[in-house]
């Protein structure tokens, strides 16, 4: 009887065990998500705070089974500026890479302009029901700023492209 006992007692807690561990894995952590790797020298310490500023770090981000890398150096860099520093690219793929570019930015400038109009005409249409003389002010200070925003992004996509277009031309200038 005593033995009885004992096995329903551990199978109890036993169940209460992998039901505990179960929702361990359910529930989920930031902190037990993401661990930085720190190098210095030939010394490597895991972490889950940010290593200190003399050591090299990694981070190492592991979420829905997936684990991805990331290191600060790379993280921190343009990845426009990292493609034109790839030195380990062949010419016909640097040129295939620099088309994707432009044509990513391209998509990106034709989205801000639809997300820009899409606020603007919210912007009217609130003001359209507001019909207050004191809020024409304020509404054309909004639409001001709107458009201000979009085009400081599309300024900054620009100014990109004809990065990109230049380099292009100039490796297919070199590959004749």
Known sequence: ??????????????????????????IPSASA??????EKQQKVIYSQQPCEADYKEHRVDYKFGVTTITDSDEANKDPIQKLLENRNLSQEEFIKQLEQEIFRLNQQNSYIDLVRDAELKKLERQHFWHKKEEDKIDYQQQVQYLNNYYDEQLRYNNKKLSLLLQHKEQALSNSD
């Not at 033995?3 to 561990?21: C, M, T, V």
């Not at 998500?33 to 720190?38: F, I, P, Q, S």
């Open 33 to 38: 998500a993401t661990v930085y790797k720190c």
């Open 1 to 26: 009887m005593e033995g009885l006992f004992i096995y329903r007692l551990f199978s109890i807690s036993g169940q209460f065990g992998l039901l505990a561990s179960a929702l361990l894995f359910v």
